[in-house]
């Protein structure tokens, strides 16, 4: 008889695996055409680049040692210039802090913001990773819907006038994923003034605001109050596996954070922190690099919505893509894309249900569509394939 185990935190009761990484799993299989993940195009990449940045970073003993836990000072410093830049005012050092990935940042920021119950107000259908991280926080999650300008402003007003006392509200400002769209700049301004107001702060989730199409995002919501914590990452427009996230903040925030990342992992990677601001540096190739990006996934993007709108018609309504990396899409019959997966797995089409980014359950008529990794005619052939699953 097997001894049995001490007992793990009860905390993880309430805890689920990611469906999407549990999905992409399942669409291993080179005959499945996958529209599920929220990945780069690997062959966009610049390997040649990062390469050369890591030859040159190599040349120091440094970028092999144990670095500082807000991240290498020559990152910080390329950061605080880029982020100057994005928010229109002066961004000390000090506001500048790196983590691994974006999505580090918020966890990090969960246990700094957040006691127990607290009440976490986020956009509905929401970002799956941030779901993940209030829940484990222990945060009481209420959900506002999106419009095709974003966040519901005065839905959340209403809650607030109800006494709603939040103790951050999370949004992800452009291109949302999984919802497509971006905030008014109308709206941007809104929330910054109820977060100063009613004294909570607001998490701006900005890992896509560089992937624009037409025009680029409007201002960070950051520009409007200090109550403002601002994400982004590199993994977007550079590689994922650099790992390279950071944060905006307040001094004391970033002080906080500190002390939990020091304890978590003590520091980033120095190496891939020296590759990345190298490359964020070179200005003139990282405008060239991302403006390729660029049209490449705007090409692919409209490719996926005319397909969609010309096979489905008004039985499948999906988002306009201007830019990002996902289309949102809503059956009018009642379809329940969880119980149509199955069947579009067979015919060998893969995204992700709709009732996976619901705090309650919903959504159950939509799904998420990811264009970023395949040429136009195969995304083409991928809807024709749901088509056939539909029925």
């Known amino acids: 008889m097997s001894p049995t185990l001490p007992p793990l935190a009860t905390k993880l009761g309430g805890l689920q695996s990611s469906a999407i990484r549990d999905l992409l799993e399942l669409t291993t299989r080179a005959e499945i055409i996958g529209l599920a993940g929220g990945l780069p195009d ?20 440094e970028s092999l040692q144990y670095g500082a836990s807000p991240g290498a000072p020559a990152l910080r ?19 500048v802090f790196v983590t691994h990935g974006s999505q580090q940042a918020l966890s990090l920021l969960a246990e700094v913001l957040l006691d127990p119950g607290a009440l976490v107000v986020v956009e509905d259908p929401a970002y799956v990773g941030a779901l993940q991280v209030f829940r484990a926080a222990g945060a ?20 607030l006038a109800r006494g709603e006392r939040p103790a951050l509200v999370h949004t992800v400002s452009n291109f949302h994923n999984p919802g497509g769209v971006s905030m008014s700049p109308q709206r ?22 560089e992937l624009w199409f037409d025009s680029p995002a409007p201002a960070p919501v950051a ?14 427009i550079l590689a994922p596996s650099l790992r390279v996230g950071w944060m905006v903040a307040p001094d004391p925030v970033c002080r906080a954070v500190e002390l939990l990342k020091q304890g978590a ?22 405008a060239a690099h991302v403006d390729h990006v660029r049209t490449v996934y705007a090409g692919r993007a409209k490719s996926l919505v005319h397909a969609v709108r010309l096979r489905f018609g008004d039985r499948l309504r999906c988002t306009d893509a201007t830019g990002g990396m996902f289309v949102w899409a809503d059956f009018t019959d009642g379809t329940d894309t969880q119980e149509l997966l199955p069947r579009a797995l067979d015919a060998g089409v893969a995204y992700v249900p709709g009732v996976a980014f619901s705090v309650d359950g ?12 395949a040429e136009s005619a195969v995304l083409t052939e991928a809807v024709d394939r749901l088509a056939r699953a539909a029925g």
């Open 42 to 61: 690997a062959e966009l990449m610049p390997r040649e680049r990062i390469a050369a940045a890591a030859e040159s970073a190599l040349r120091t003993a």
């Open 77 to 95: 410093a390329v950061l605080a210039e880029r982020e100057s830049a994005r928010l229109g005012r002066r961004v000390a050092l000090g506001e």
């Open 140 to 159: 009481r999650i209420v959900a506002v819907p999106l419009d095709a300008d974003g966040m519901r402003i005065d839905v959340l007003a209403d809650l």
């Open 188 to 209: 941007r301004a809104e929330l910054a003034k109820l977060a100063e107001a009613h004294g909570f702060w607001v998490i701006e989730d900005d890992p896509y605001g």
């Open 223 to 236: 520009t409007y109050s200090r109550n403002v914590i601002r994400l982004s990452s590199a993994s977007k």
């Open 265 to 286: 992992d003590l520091c980033g990677s120095t190496l891939t922190h020296h590759i990345t601001a190298e490359l964020l540096a070179d200005e003139a190739w990282l």
């Open 362 to 373: 919903g959504y159950r008529s939509s799904m998420r569509l990811c264009f970023t990794t």
